[in-house]
């Protein structure tokens, strides 16, 4: 008889629920290499990753291939020792966002969206996000920090969509989501809720049935902006969740350009390819922020337009994503090709 793991058993019973992947999530390099048998050489040691410790939950864990050093998906979570070489012109706040604060945890950089940032926590830990150096702890936050950024967002008429980032915001449960779009709903120049998440992706089960219920409920125009890198992390699982986020709002997909995870034309079509099969049209492809630690993932602007240029002649035109960059200063993020 074959021996189930603890996890097959719950999804066998069908009752594996988001927060259980979130609390069972791994954490060690150690289990992470013996999962994944590759060398725990490989990975830094707990002290170097220290800030930012591994955090990689199971169904994500699941889509990469055992024994592959080299896998695009673990590539995006693994702590290596290259993160500590210090790098110049790699900050810890490459895009001085603290400039664009209106109050604890509400940005406004850009005309007509506001961009609240609900908390530190994600579903995974991206080696190369330019949150990772982000003081979440001691920017947050009053305890009265929401009703303060309420009050902003009414007080400013020019506010037509408020944009929920983080972290992740889909960490925050469904009441408490809940009571947030009713807040917004409540507010006659706000039209648009915008939600970038990678949840969909990371744990598709975070796409409760609650949830897709209160937003198809609102008069708001939703629009969620999914983040993937890769057509590997696009599963069947993850399908089904954004079906069920399409039946009440617009899907977009954010990505990163990565070396050594999408830099090439072949993975940026293929991504694209799964995206549209999956009814996601691709929207922005990110120059990396130089943020300290993830230089490794750098490649080159002149690069990234020559993929985008392979791409436009390769493809269809609404399968190739803009690629942008931010730039602080800019009203807008720059369009690089
Ligand atoms: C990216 C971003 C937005 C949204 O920009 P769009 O070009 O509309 O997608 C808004 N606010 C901040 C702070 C951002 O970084
Ligand atoms: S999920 Fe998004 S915010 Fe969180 S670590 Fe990854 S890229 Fe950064």
Redesign the pocket.
Known sequence: MAILTKTDQLVRAGNATWSHYLKTAVRSPAELADRLKIPVKAICGDQSCGDFPLFVPEPFLGRMEVGNINDPLLRQVLPIHQESVVQTGYTSDPLQESEYTLTSGLLKKYKSRALLMLNGT?????RY?F??HFPYPSNSKSPNWMSEALTQIKRDTSIQEVILS???PLSWVDGQIEQLVDHFEAIPHVCRLRIHS?LPIVIPARITERLVKRLGLSHLQVIFVV?SNHANELDHEVALACDRLKSVSTVLNQSVLLSGVNDSVESLIALSERLLEIGVMPYYLHQLDAVEGAAHFLVPVERGIELIREMRATTSGFLVPRYVQEIPGEPNKVVLA
Not at 122 to 126: D, S
Request: hydrophobic fraction near 15%.
């Open positions: 994600c579903a995974v830990h991206c996000c949150r990772r983080g972290g992740d990678r983040h």
